[in-house]
Nanobody, 120 residues
Framework: QVQLVESGGGSVQTGGSLRISCAAS????????TGWFRQAPVKGREWVGA??????FYGESVKGRFTISRDNAKNEAYLDMTNLKPEDTATYFC???????????????WGQGTRVTVTV
């Protein structure tokens, strides 16, 4: 059974930093691309970025502030967020797909999400 479990969300002030982790079991991250999405209240799901074995990709709203990385030996992925803004407030999800897509429907496995709140 595949499980993706996010951890590390919380509340942070504007301009602060936070790291979210995604631990996988039942699959090997080295065989998948890992995507990060977020969903704010009353908004649709937004693609944050993704990492494949070769490249890393970012959405325009987070480029230069967020960094995606992965430790295949630990089967974990990370989303390092810096210079956080109130508009980054959302529930963040990690997901696994066969390639680094921007579309949520291409991802077969999803974590339960972790909440990030950025206060003024």
């Amino acid at each position: 059974q595949v499980q993706l479990v996010e951890s590390g969300g919380g509340s942070v002030q504007t301009g602060g930093s936070l790291r979210i982790s995604c631990a996988a079991s039942g699959l090997s991250f080295s065989n998948y691309a890992t995507g990060w999405f977020r969903q704010a209240p009353v908004k649709g799901r937004e693609w944050v970025g993704a990492i494949s074995w070769r490249n890393t990709f970012y959405g325009e709203s987070v480029k230069g502030r967020f960094t995606i990385s992965r430790d295949n030996a630990k089967n974990e992925a990370y989303l390092d967020m810096t210079n956080l803004k109130p508009e980054d407030t959302a529930t963040y999800f990690c997901a696994a797909a066969s390639y680094a897509s921007t579309r949520d429907r291409d991802y077969s496995y999803w974590g339960q999400g972790t909440r990030v709140t950025v206060t003024v």
